[in-house]
């Protein structure tokens, strides 16, 4: 063997990720990973996007991974570097979206020593990703990185970080890409139990009031066609979780739109009193169940999911299938049609169920109206007329603004809608946004924020002008961490402690960055202002003044039983 | 219903395994009552038993959790008192002349070996179930025990069934 097939592990992780098919990857040099940094000077076929902060380079990883489906990647030093990267990695873990997250780490000889920028990556990111590596041989390196990401795309996706100590970087080693895996400790299950999937079907046939929620897993597992189908075969209205957006079109037959905390009255009222419940693809968080003791007390429960782990955790479920959403689905269209199974509904007590969906639909949200600033509900819902047939992506941060955004966008198809449901991060939406323009460049890609969470992660406008990202960041600026705010109105007796918040003159902020800034205060600036904005070369923060005191209705309080909804104020059903 | 339960747990023999068992039990609230870990037969495997708490949704997740980490090949709830349990203590107990006839009848009557003797202490070795091994521990704590530790719990399941994978 020659000197010229001996490759140093920069190289290797290089050639690797090409392997991989990976264009793209975000990241923050640092000590430890110059070697890396000197490999991905000297070659062509990986883009490096380098961002201003290292959480923003996981969510904008996480962002693109979204939007295009693939596994996104990101490259972040050791010690602070590795710590700033945490919270990217645990919000991509809670939400299921597969990264593949390399650290730089001290030498091998140092590592224990409390060397400069030394963290214990491997202590501190096992409870919040799929799997890590301490890669302690550069022989084992491409291996490792063949093993990453297959474990991140495939089960339940999630993040996998690569802990690279600096003298792996530069041994040297010969490189040739395995072409499989062998993991004797992980074979998710991706087929369905068929007889679970016969008893599945059968209850669902004799169900008098059946709902489906369909959750993550239908987006991830790309499901979406099969759920729309079969829901619409065996007359069964849908409602999603806030991960679940668009993967029932919003124009379609039976649709009941968000449940939850701030889910449709009639979507939780309709999942309370369902005497079938069949939840494909989510973890029933405790913002979708409510009270659990009174959750689903009465109805049997089928439950599709990847992760054995969400099966019977929170819900006890009646008939569990295990496997992907996509494939279940599958098999159960095929029995309905090969068997003729619609023929077998009940359509009289279907009807009678729908009308009383229908009925509850009468009952919505009313919004507070009080002062002379905009509405946020009417900035937003002018937001959404003027781009929905753009084709946008619109992600949010966390807080009010996202909530409002979740109830009135409406989405006719999937990784379209991009926020952070799981760990609920401020910050999330921008960086992520400027992934989604990585990854679709073609679709205008706007973050709604509030001026609370915008602050979280403002320094990457100088990414995204530097890249040309156009972000639309819209701002609802009501002076307010606007979430806690209102739960502090209503449990603590209006004692907004540190709620009050200040923010910069975003105009002369986004200015500054050479951006372009624009403030709107009044409703008829509001369409001028996103014809600019989507005209804009560069991105743009469109800070609009808007009501303090508004709230988040349909709302039902913490712990409390899903149908125990306050439509508006003063008004509980 | 909370009752105790032995989760038997093949894994792959490598760095940061038992970590990653003993994170998931603290990060989830579950309770470790005894663990013992030591390599197969095959140095390339591990065994893991633990000796837990909970109810069967409790018990159920472990069981599911612990499947999840990617360097867990095999977990096994072993019913309590449906699977061959054994535990080895090792006690050492001060030693007086009034006292020495007394410790010996204690060792013979629970069927615990003399491992050590010294002037002043004995040492003795049982290897039992749980209830032996707390009846030695009652017996001896009179007399005047200075140390009893316990290795935990180490478990099979009875008859045909097997936890291993093919070893080859």
Known sequence: MGKNDMYTGAQILLKSLVKEGVKEIFGYPGGVIIPLYDAIYLQNDIKHYLVRHEQAAIHAAEGYSRVTGKCGVALVTSGPGACNAITGIANAYYDGYPLVVFTGQVGLDQIGNDAF???????????????????????????????????????????????????????????????????????????????????ALELLCEAKKPVIISGGGVLQSGAHKELTELAQLLQIPVCHTLMGTGTYPADGPKYMGMLGMHGNYWANNAVMKADVIFA????????????????????????????????????????????????????????????????????????????????????????????????????????YEYTKNLDPVISTEVGQHQMWTAQIFKFNKPRSFVTSGGLGTMGFGFPAAMGACAGVPHRPVINIAGDGSIQMNIQEMMTCVDYGFKVINCVMNN????????WQEKLCEKHYSETKISSPDFVKLAESYGALGIRVEKEEEIIPAL?????????????????????????????QPLDNVILSDGCEV | MVANHTISILVINEAGVLSRIVDLFSGRGYNIESLTVAPTIDKNYSRVTIVTQGDDRVIEQINKQLNRLIPIIKVMDLPTGDAIETEIVLAKVYVTDETRAEIIKVA????????????????????????????????????????????????????NQFANINLE
């Open chain 1, 117 to 199: 920028q030394e963290a214990d990556m491997i202590g501190i990111t096992r409870s919040c990703c799929k799997h890590n590596y301490l890669v302690k041989d550069v022989k084992d390196l491409a291996r490792i990185i063949k093993e990453a990401f297959h474990i991140a795309t495939t089960g339940k996706p999630g993040p996998v970080v690569i802990d690279l100590p600096k003298n792996i970087l530069t041994s040297k080693a010969t490189f040739s890409y395995p072409k499989k895996v062998e993991l004797v400790g992980y074979k998710p299950n991706y087929q369905g139990h068929p007889l679970q999937i016969i008893r």
């Open chain 1, 280 to 383: 494909v693809g989510t973890r029933f968080n405790d913002r979708i169940t409510g009270c659990l003791k009174t959750f689903a007390k009465d109805s049997r429960v089928i439950h599709i999911d990847i992760d054995p782990c969400s099966i019977s955790k929170n819900v006890k479920v009646d008939i569990p299938i295990v496997g992907c959403a996509k494939n279940v689905l599958e098999a159960m269209l095929k029995r309905v049609k090969d068997k003729n199974l619609e023929a077998e509904i009940n359509t009289e007590a279907r009807d009678k169920w729908f009308a009383k969906i229908d009925e509850w639909k009468q009952k919505r949200a009313i919004p507070r109206v009080e002062g002379t600033k905009l509405s946020a509900i009417t900035v937003l819902n002018t937001i």
């Open chain 1, 479 to 486: 002076g307010y961490l606007g979430m806690v705010r209102q």
């Open chain 1, 531 to 559: 014809e600019r904005a989507l005209a804009s070369k560069t991105p743009v923060i469109i800070d609009f003044i808007v009501e303090s005191f508004e709230m988040v209705y349909p709302w039902v309080l913490a712990g």
């Open chain 2, 108 to 159: 013979d009557l629970c069927g615990a070996r003399v491992l050590d003797i010294t002037d002043k202490t004995y040492t003795l070795q049982l290897v039992g179930d749980d209830k032996q091994i707390r009846a030695l521990g009652e017996m001896l704590r009179p007399i005047g025990v200075k140390e009893f530790i316990r290795s935990g719990k180490v478990a099979l399941s009875r008859g």
